[in-house]
């Protein structure tokens, strides 16, 4: 087993099981490769667990969450190709994760910081050895995107949606336990969408039902007014401290969180320090109509997830708001849910 194994949690060992019952040996180089152990110094909760404004059940970190979306994968397809290329599709993850698509100006899609894979898994000796060695072509397993059980456009189900919404449930927003997951998991199977193109789904209208019905609870959170907030703030101070030249846009490809963090806390210029303390501290937010001045205030909007997966019925294959009306009604109402405007601290900060 890969060497960061035993420091994992033992619910998310037993959920590694329900994932795939046999783990594939083969896998463990890739994982111990230091471009992929650098990712365990990542938070998959987007930094918003170093503040007690948002709290998790226990760690969870982006390596744990690709090495989950490469054992979905793993379980359905058999593929080497399409099981690495999950694995490595978050190794280009910088520090605070999304926190840096907020500071690039993609909050709403959240995919400005991929464009790295490709030339990571190039510039690693160690990638690119094991490659050979499995006769694996570099270009099959840098992005993730041409296969469609690894990765399709919302609200699809793939597996590295259905792996963020596990391990959300268990660890950032406790929805459900790991018999749920199972008997859940269990039902899951490859179905063709209306588009003729394979996509995980469900094998009764029922348990997608149930599914669903779950997840408005763990939607809101990733949308909420505290997450808003704490990604755009985490943004706001990593693009000060690049903009004063305390880390670079690099640092962030090769630091962990805690190392940023670090730097952040001890960095002489305190406009920056002592708010991020005020912000690892904060408990309460707060929202408005409109902006509030001497305050750190904010109307970002962020990405909408959520999923519409099929179910197959009488041998159809339809989405699940269309074979249920329930599932209807949960999925609308979410979207049709309205958030706050303005949303601000009860400390100011001015970014670079």
């Known amino acids: 087993m890969y060497k960061n194994y035993q420091n994992l949690n033992n619910e998310i060992k037993e959920y590694f099981k329900i994932l795939s019952p046999d783990f594939p040996d083969w896998l463990n180089d890739y994982i111990n490769t230091e471009e992929m152990q650098r990712v365990d110094g990542i938070s998959n909760s987007c930094g918003t667990d170093y503040s007690k404004l948002i709290g998790t059940e226990y760690w969870y970190s982006n390596l744990t969450h690709s090495i989950g979306v490469a054992l979905i994968i793993w379980n359905f397809t058999h593929s080497k190709e399409q099981t690495l290329a999950g694995l490595f599709h978050d190794i280009a ?6 926190c840096i698509d907020f500071m690039n ?4 899609n959240q995919e400005s910081t991929e464009e790295r894979t490709e030339s990571i898994i190039l510039a690693s000796k160690d990638i690119m050895n094991l490659l050979k060695r499995d006769n694996i072509d570099y270009k099959k397993v840098s992005d993730y995107k041409i296969y469609p059980i690894a990765d399709n456009d919302m609200p699809k189900l793939s597996a590295d949606r259905l792996e963020y919404t596990f391990s959300s449930g268990l660890v950032c927003k406790r929805v459900w336990n790991l018999e749920n997951i199972r008997k859940c998991y269990e039902n899951i199977t490859i179905l063709k969408n209306e588009d003729g193109v394979e996509e995980l789904g469900f094998k009764d209208k029922e348990i997608a039902e149930s599914f669903i019905h779950t997840l408005p609870m ?18 706001d101070i990593t693009k000060s401290m690049i903009m004063k030249k305390y880390i670079t846009v690099d640092d962030l490809y090769k630091l962990s969180d805690k190392e940023v963090i670090e730097k952040i806390n001890t960095c002489p210029d305190k406009n920056i320090s002592s708010c991020f303390k005020k912000f690892q501290n904060t408990t309460e937010i707060f929202t408005s109509d409109r902006i509030v001045e001497d305050k750190y205030c904010t109307s970002i909007l962020g990405k909408i997830r959520y999923v519409n997966p099929l ?5 159809v294959n339809e989405r699940i708001s269309v074979a249920s009306n329930i599932a209807r009604d949960d999925i609308n109402n979410f979207l049709n849910k309205e958030h706050s405007k303005y949303i601000y601290f009860d400390f100011d900060f001015k970014p670079y």
């Open 93 to 98: 993850t910088p520090a605070f994760k999304h």
């Open 218 to 235: 763990l939607w809101s959170k990733w949308i909420s007014d505290k997450d808003r907030i704490a990604m755009q703030f985490i943004a």
């Open 311 to 315: 179910v197959e019925i009488n041998n």
């Open 105 to 108: 100006g993609d909050a709403k």
